[in-house]
């Protein structure tokens, strides 16, 4: 049980253009996910917390406008990166969690590569 | 704010040896969380600590919580290549989780 999915596992776009990349929870309802943004050789970094059918809490520095959350539905959640720079570049992971308890499970993450 | 703090950074050793990751975290919170990543992986969870002086064991991993000292260990015991992988600890508050800066484990034949 407590299966996260993510979708694409691996995308390649080129500046300027917009990637959307979905998480779903495939066996439970998560009332809440988390948007993680991970460098190479660093540690995750939260960018934003989105509960069900509500806006996206982002954390400071995270350009709301930019990364763009959806939480429509209790089994998906959306990160759309519009305008994607090659800053941008970098290893996407979401969690999920229920309102039952504080454990997230993690998706697989989405590797984004911007040229 | 929560501040999780991890050492070492890196830590290469032989097969056979022990060692362990120190984890400390600055303010009192719920539950301690390990997890190990493999390169180009997300996270995999390991252990969840919930109370002071809990001990959970897995193989060649032992996870420890020292809620007084602000602290929890990551034991290794006679280390196979097989571990080798990146390390974190986590703490939540509340809702979120702050992870540690991880720890690169590489175990040498």
């Known amino acids: 049980g407590a299966v996260v999915s993510q979708h694409p596992s691996r995308v390649i776009c080129k500046s300027g253009t917009s990637v959307k990349i979905e998480c779903r929870s495939l066996d439970f309802q998560a009332t809440t996910m988390f948007w993680y943004r991970q460098f190479p050789k660093q540690s995750l970094m939260l960018m934003a917390t989105s509960n069900e059918g509500s806006k996206a809490t982002y954390e400071q520095g995270v350009e709301k406008d930019k990364f763009l959350i959806n939480h429509a539905s209790l089994t998906l959640s959306t990160l759309t990166v519009t305008s994607a720079h090659p800053e941008d570049s970098s290893f996407y992971i979401c969690?999920?969690?229920?309102?039952?308890?504080?454990?997230?499970?993690f998706g697989p993450g989405t590797r984004l590569t911007v040229t | 704010e929560l501040k999780v703090e991890q050492n070492p950074l890196f830590l290469s050793m032989q097969e056979g040896k022990n060692y362990t990751i120190y984890c400390n975290y600055s303010t009192t919170s719920d539950r301690l969380y390990w997890y190990r990543q493999d390169p180009g992986k997300s996270l995999e969870s390991l252990f969840v600590?919930?109370?002071?002086?809990a001990v959970k064991q897995e193989g060649r991993l032992m996870a420890s919580l020292d809620t007084k000292a602000r602290l929890s260990t990551l034991h290794i015991t006679a280390a196979v290549h097989d571990l080798s992988a990146t390390y974190f600890c986590a703490r939540n508050a509340g809702n979120m989780l702050t992870f540690g800066g991880g720890t690169r484990l590489m175990v040498k034949p």
């Open positions: 600590l919930l109370s002071n002086g």
């Open positions: 969690s999920a969690r229920t309102d039952l308890g504080y454990e997230q499970y």
